[in-house]
């Protein structure tokens, strides 16, 4: 016959129960990890309050892309939110669209600009301030100053010194060459 079923009418035994509550313990933990990431993630974009819009119009955007840092003076204030290309006087253009931290005073003929502060770094957008006491509106267009391109300037100097080196260096080395062997 078969042996007697133990377990009838018993209650779950403790181990079972320990599972359920290491899986709830672990189930919070995770979801405060998740939420304090989120948090964080918040406060670096720096989208955690209020905000004013403004916006610019630029010939070339490159490097500039959506949560690129928006500065005055150096001091960051907000980020890109959308570039959109737009015509302009029969021209394709850029027009970057710029949160701005609530309430910040922009005085009305400031630049913003699109800047890099080394070669490796990135590209921002700094608003650099004018000296009207008037204020931009929300909302208002910025006054834009287009970036200087590094590389396309190294790449126009090294032009310059090859051809310099081919035209005037190269003659010159020969003739002291030759004056040279004349000797």
Avoid: C
């Amino acid at each position: 016959s078969p042996p007697p079923d133990r377990h009838r009418g018993r209650r779950e035994p403790a181990a079972l129960k320990n599972n359920r509550l290491n899986y709830v313990i672990v189930g919070a933990f995770v979801l405060i990890v998740l939420a304090g990431l989120v948090a964080s993630v918040a406060l670096l974009t720096g989208r955690t309050g209020a905000t004013d819009d403004y916006f610019a119009i630029y010939k070339n955007v490159t490097g500039v892309a959506f949560g690129s840092r928006v500065l005055f003076e150096g001091f960051p204030i907000g980020q890109v939110e959308r570039i959109t290309p737009i015509e302009e006087d029969g021209r394709v253009k850029f027009r970057v669209d710029l949160s701005v931290t609530k309430g910040w005073k922009v005085p009305r003929d400031s630049v913003a600009e699109i800047v890099s502060s080394g070669l490796l770094a990135a590209v921002t957008t700094n608003l650099r301030a004018g000296e009207k006491a008037e204020l931009l509106a929300p909302g208002a267009r910025i006054d834009s100053a287009e970036a200087a391109n590094i590389l396309a300037s190294v790449s126009i100097l090294a032009q310059e010194v090859r051809q310099l080196t081919e035209t005037d260096a190269k003659p010159m080395i020969a003739q002291i060459s030759k004056a040279i062997s004349g000797f």
